[in-house]
């Protein structure tokens, strides 16, 4: 078992930034690709950003490409979202999730992923 704790989410105008983390207990983080999804009011939750366990590759949405920037600390056993440039489209509830994956393996759909925190609330103003 892996629980998985968001924190950093509020309210901040459009044009700021937000750093969402994630913290980690359980199972050894570093076996475990992760990743950010996002879930509007209405709408799907979908894939933000992802990291491998490597941390060597990433992935992003093309909706936050360029605005935001996924990292790790393994020895920490947390994973950050930097979100930068926010626009009121970025509202959302923010998730954390990890999937058990191979060394350099990014994850993005949701069945990929074995685990899920409980969210974060991102509220972005115009």
């Known amino acids: 078992q892996v629980q998985l704790v968001e924190s950093g989410g509020g309210l901040v105008q459009a044009g700021g930034s937000l750093r969402l983390s994630c913290a980690a207990s359980?199972?050894?983080?570093?076996?475990?690709?992760m990743g950010w999804f996002r879930q509007a009011p209405g709408k799907d939750r979908d894939v933000v950003a992802a990291?491998?366990?490597?941390?060597?590759?990433?992935y992003y949405a093309d909706s936050v490409k360029g605005r935001c920037t996924i990292s790790r600390d393994n020895a920490k056993n947390t994973v950050y979202l930097q979100l930068n440039s926010l626009k009121p489209e970025d509202t959302a509830v923010y998730y954390c999730a990890a999937g058990f994956k191979g060394f350099h393996t990014v994850a993005t759909r949701r069945d990929e992923f074995d685990y899920w925190g409980q969210g974060t609330q991102v509220t972005v103003s115009s």
């Open positions: 359980g199972r050894t983080f570093s076996n475990y690709a």
């Open positions: 990291i491998s366990w490597s941390g060597a590759r990433t």
